[in-house]
């Protein structure tokens, strides 16, 4: 098992790029999560699903959209990147069940200059 | 309003010497409450989790958090730590706002320091 995947690992945008970052899990697992983090702030929530086709607002969801349709990807979008959307962005995914950890992937650097 | 705070942005030990990162919490009912590890240019690693029962928690690695209701506090212990125990360490609660308390809320993070 890969377990989650996401693509690309780096990026580098100009103000006002789009761009659409990549989750994958391989762990058939209902819900996922788009995250960023920003030094001395912790992750903070940006949107997130509890099924293939569903999803929902975060804590900071403005300036992004997802879309799952599939249950295994969840994608992150950027319509018109500002240089506040400098972060690192992780998914995450888990099954069932309130008390059930999340994994992680690796994590998308991206830098919008 | 939920939160937590991990009141210590950086913790600094000796190797062998016992460790502990400090976690206090703010939720509406009983907390659902876990740790997370990131070592450098690494996505978070689960590490334990208390949801009810026995208020000491072990998890990987050797590690193990208190739970106490009365000091609303998780603590995250180590009886000798070790270098290769350096990372960011996470607590988090659970966010019962959102649809079926999916998510979690995390605090900002401290930084373990092991020197050899």
């Known amino acids: 098992n890969a377990g989650v995947t996401q693509t690309p690992k780096f990026r580098v945008l100009k103000t006002g790029q789009s761009m659409t970052l990549l989750c994958a899990q391989d762990?058939?697992?209902?819900?996922m999560y788009w995250y960023r983090q920003d030094p001395g702030m912790g992750l903070r929530l940006i949107h997130y699903?509890?099924?293939?086709?569903?999803?929902a607002k975060g804590e900071v969801p403005d300036g992004y959209n997802v879309s799952r349709l599939k249950k295994q990807n969840f994608l992150l979008g950027l319509e018109s990147a500002a240089p506040s959307q400098t972060s690192v962005y992780f998914c995450?995914?888990?099954?069932?069940?309130?008390?059930?950890?999340?994994?992680f992937g690796p994590g998308t650097r991206l830098t919008v200059l | 309003a939920q939160s937590v705070a991990q009141p210590e942005d950086q913790v600094n030990v000796a190797e062998g010497n016992p460790l502990t990162v400090k976690c206090t919490y703010s939720?509406?009912?009983?907390?659902?409450l876990f740790w997370y590890v990131q070592y450098p240019n690494r996505g978070l690693q689960f590490l334990l989790k208390?949801?009810?029962?026995?208020?000491l928690v072990k998890g990987s690695y050797g590690f193990e958090a208190e739970f106490n209701k009365s000091q609303t506090s998780f603590h995250l212990k180590k009886p000798s730590a070790l270098v290769s125990d350096s990372a960011l360490y996470f607590c988090?609660?659970?966010?019962?706002?959102?649809?079926?308390?999916?998510?979690?809320?995390f605090g900002k993070g401290t930084t373990l320091s092991v020197s050899s």
């Open positions: 995450a995914s888990r099954t069932l069940g309130a008390v059930n950890e999340q994994f």
């Open positions: 762990m058939n697992h209902e819900y």
């Open positions: 699903s509890v099924g293939e086709g569903t999803t």
């Open positions: 939720v509406s009912g009983n907390p659902y």
């Open positions: 208390y949801i009810t029962g026995d208020n």
């Open positions: 988090a609660v659970r966010d019962i706002r959102l649809q079926a308390g999916t998510a979690l809320i």
